[in-house]
């Protein structure tokens, strides 16, 4: 886990001394404090989705670039899903207690998105997975642990997580209520 956040910290610290400017300027950018760019430059933070891409913008930098040929590719300047749109999910593994709500989902070029809102019953089960994406969480409400390779994360609500799905991983829920995230996979190819 701890590589992911200090992959993105170092790839904006890479971008930010490549383009000759002071964390400062970034924070002014992004519309953020000093504090926090030097926290995601350090890993010791990751940020939200909205304000990594104020980050990646601030940078001057398009978001393809920043992560490496994932992102909008100018064809549409934004979609609005309103949340009765949202459409239950089936998948097919061995799950107790998971239900999934599709979101959104657009092939950009050779990248495909797909945004899904998955509630984790208390004790739900089930193993772990791997998918051929990058994954984006992004805790909702409630709390959960994230087993990923060998390590746990415990993330709580307004928490956000981002790595390689090849990995083998899992949520879970031990907690007496239920959890709920935005997840969102960015497929290549």
Known sequence: MDSYISGIGKKIRKLRKEKNLFASEVA????????????????????????????????????????????PNGLFTYIVIRKDEYQDLEKEVEAEGFSYKFIFGKQIESITTEFVLLTLQPN??????ET??????????????????????????????????????????????????????????
């Not at 415990?154 to 899992?170: C, K, M, Q, S, Y």
């Open 28 to 71: 002014k950018g992004a519309n953020v404090s000093n504090g926090l760019i030097s926290r995601i430059e350090n890993g010791r933070t990751i940020p939200s989705l909205p304000v990594l891409f104020s980050i990646i913008e601030a940078l001057g930098v398009e978001p393809t670039t920043f992560f490496e040929n994932i992102g």
């Open 124 to 129: 739900c089960i089930r193993e772990k997975v």
């Open 132 to 189: 051929d994406a990058m994954e984006f969480k992004y805790l909702i409400s409630g709390s959960c642990e994230y087993i990923i390779g060998e390590e746990i994360v415990t993330l709580n609500e307004g928490d956000a997580l981002f790595f390689d799905g090849r990995i083998p991983h899992v949520p879970r829920n031990p907690n007496s209520s239920p959890a709920i995230m935005l997840v969102c996979y960015l497929f290549n190819g």
